[in-house]
């Protein structure tokens, strides 16, 4: 129990101690302790910072912005910034600049396109014109070329460059110089001197405030315009005018206006310049002198593009009234000589209606025309009436006779002739017209023939083809195919030859049966050898071979006798590299005689067997052996089929 009271009299204590050191130290602190509390509360607080700082940042940019160190701490990040955005978004970029870059764009190309112009038209009117020709003369004498004469003579100014001086440093600012100057290089020597002449005049010369205002320098000249911060020189070729001075001051007011802070500040520095540029450039303008040929010109050339265009258009609808002329001309013609049509009358007093007489089995009158816009623009009037005219009297003749696919009309005069292959009913219908049509007076039917099919079978009977001969007609015309004998081919015309309503026979594609046979023969003994020993003397094997030969030649002696064919066999004797060449060629001749010989013994006619030495060259080693005999060449003339259609 002690023990507890004891404890909770040490904690009485503890507290009232803390208590009283509390009390000590807001005695000694004081202020100083809250302080220490806030700045440790401001420190534990990460957001606060940040607060403060956007509070003070714009306030930190503005005092800061003349500072160079500031603007290049801050270029790399907002050269990222802009690359990161154009990455990310080029559209919005694009959308931004759009109102600054398309006037810009749009001022430069219009002036571009007019110097080229202008320049262009000079070069014209000054090449082709009798003062072109004394300019060239004279860029001739004088050496130089002929662009510097035509400056020269027609250049009225041109502001060949522009100089922007600070008048306290006499330091210069920014130049500008015209694209064909090439002469005025050392700027900052130009801006020195122009500063120590200004100087030496004031210094020199009563009236501080009037300075040098223009100098001439052979064929140039150097305006002077000088302003409260800063002096505008202007180098210039030619007679400038005085509004010219004008415009200049302009402009050096405009650049007060708009750089007074950094004239102010100048020393040397011609970063805060870097627009200065395009408005000295605005300064290097040029005018052309208006000669009194371009005065005289300007008068008369409107009158002149109105004669032209006057005249253009009267040109251009003469031209379209003939080519509409042409057309309505070919249309009549072609209504002229279109069959079936009449033109009574065409287009009475110059208007559009046209009188037709139209046969109802003529074309369309417009369709003749062949021209739609022509035919629309007329006013086609037709008569009807019936024609004379062939094609149409053709065209009736078919609706009234009808005749079959196979049969063909035509006029020749009055006479009506019909050609082809129709059925009987239908040629003996034609036949028994009492009335002829209108428009003939006589029909010809000798052409006119049966129809095929009866026709074919009238010619099998008359002519009894053999086996394997085939019969077809065309257009009346008998065709033959196949193999027959010379007999039966030759006796083909007498079988024909009464037969009615054949016009023609073709037996050319026969092939004549013992022809054939005979061919077969020829083929057996061409090339046929018989082989020779030492000298002519033949080998025992070649007696079979001869035996054989002899056989088909009788053969053919014996198919000779039905078809007048030409039979030629010849007998080519060869030798081998042995002896001297006269000795080989009466061996090869005795070789081919030894045959011949042979075969007459074997009942052959010699008549048709004719011996004929081999060729002069030798064969090789290896072909000695082939060169030891003797070979037939048989020839058969080529026999022509009879004709089988004789009229």
């Not at 940019?61 to 050269?79: G, S, T, Y």
């Not at 079988?495 to 049966?513: M, W």
Request: aromatic share 6%; hydrophobic share 45%.
């Amino acid at each position: 129990m002690s023990d507890s009271r004891l404890g909770v009299a040490d904690a009485a204590g503890s507290a009232a101690d803390r208590a009283a050191l509390e009390q000590v130290r807001g005695l000694l602190l004081g202020e100083d302790r809250a302080r220490l509390i806030a700045l440790q509360q401001r420190l534990e607080d990460p957001e606060r910072p940040v607060a403060e700082l956007a509070g003070a940042l714009s306030d930190a940019v503005r005092l800061r912005a003349e500072d160079e160190r500031f603007i290049a701490a801050l270029q790399r990040p907002v050269d990222q910034c802009i690359q990161h955005s154009v990455e990310r978004n080029p559209q919005g970029l694009a959308d931004a600049l759009f109102p600054v870059m398309g006037p810009a764009i749009r001022r430069a190309i219009s002036e571009a396109l007019k110097g080229i112009v202008q320049s262009i038209n000079q070069a014209v009117e000054h090449s082709i014109s009798v003062k072109g020709l004394r300019w060239r003369i004279e860029a001739w004498r004088s050496g130089t070329s002929f662009a510097e004469v035509v400056l020269k003579n027609t250049l009225l100014y041109r502001v060949d460059a522009a100089y922007l001086i600070h008048n306290d440093t006499g330091l210069l600012i920014e130049h500008a110089l015209a694209e064909t100057q090439t002469t005025l290089k050392d700027e900052d020597a130009m801006s020195a001197m122009l500063t120590a002449i200004q100087d030496f005049i004031q210094d020199s010369f009563t009236g501080a405030n009037e300075g040098l205002e223009s100098v001439e320098i052979g064929g140039r000249s150097l305006w002077v315009l000088r302003g409260p911060k800063a002096t505008l020189a202007c180098v210039i070729t030619g007679m400038p005018p005085r509004s010219l001075r004008e415009q200049l001051a302009d402009t050096l007011r405009d650049l007060h206006l708009s750089y007074r802070k950094q004239f102010e500040a100048f020393d040397g520095d011609k970063s805060p310049f870097a627009g200065v540029e395009p408005l000295l450039q605005d300064c290097l303008t040029l005018a052309y002198r208006e000669s009194s040929e371009d005065k005289a010109r300007v008068s008369w050339l409107p009158w002149l593009l109105v004669g032209l265009l006057l005249v253009s258009g009267l040109g251009w609808l003469g031209w379209t009234q003939y080519l509409w002329d042409q057309r309505l001309d070919a249309a009549r013609s072609r209504l002229e000589q279109a069959p079936g049509l009449v033109v009574v009358n065409w287009r009475p007093s110059g208007g559009r209606r046209v009188l037709l007489l139209a046969d109802p089995l003529a074309e369309s009158p417009a369709v003749v025309m062949a021209d739609a816009e022509v035919a629309a623009w007329l006013d086609l009037q037709t008569r009807p009436y019936l024609s004379a005219d062939a094609p149409i009297l053709l065209q009736r003749l078919r609706q009234q006779l009808a005749p079959p696919a196979t049969v063909t009309l035509n006029l020749s005069g009055a006479v009506l002739h019909v050609d082809g292959q129709a059925p009987e009913a239908w040629i003996q219908g034609l036949s028994a017209l009492q009335v002829l049509p209108l428009g003939v007076d006589r029909m010809d039917l000798s052409a006119l023939n049966r129809e095929a099919t009866d026709l074919l079978a009238r010619v099998q009977a008359a002519i009894d083809p053999p086996t394997g001969v085939e019969l077809t007609l065309d257009a009346a015309v008998l065709s033959l195919t196949g193999v027959a004998s010379w007999d039966w081919i030759n006796g083909l015309a007498e079988s024909v030859a009464e037969l009615p309503g054949l016009v023609g026979c073709d037996n050319q594609r026969l092939v004549v049966a013992e022809l054939r046979q005979a061919e077969a023969i020829v083929q057996d003994l061409n090339g046929m050898l018989f082989a020779f020993g030492e000298s002519n003397k033949l080998l025992p094997d070649a007696g079979p071979r001869l035996d054989q030969a002899a056989a088909q030649i009788s053969e053919l002696l014996a198919l000779q006798q039905t078809v007048p064919f030409g039979l030629e066999i010849d007998v080519i004797g060869f030798s081998d590299q042995t002896g001297t060449e006269r000795w080989r060629a009466w061996l090869r001749e005795r070789r081919a005689e030894q045959v011949i010989r042979q075969l007459g013994e074997r009942g052959v006619p010699t008549a048709i067997l004719h011996p004929l030495p081999g060729p002069g060259f030798e064969p090789s080693d290896d072909l000695a052996a082939v060169a030891e005999q003797a070979q037939l060449r048989v020839q058969l003339q080529p026999v022509p089929l009879p004709p089988c259609w004789v009229r």
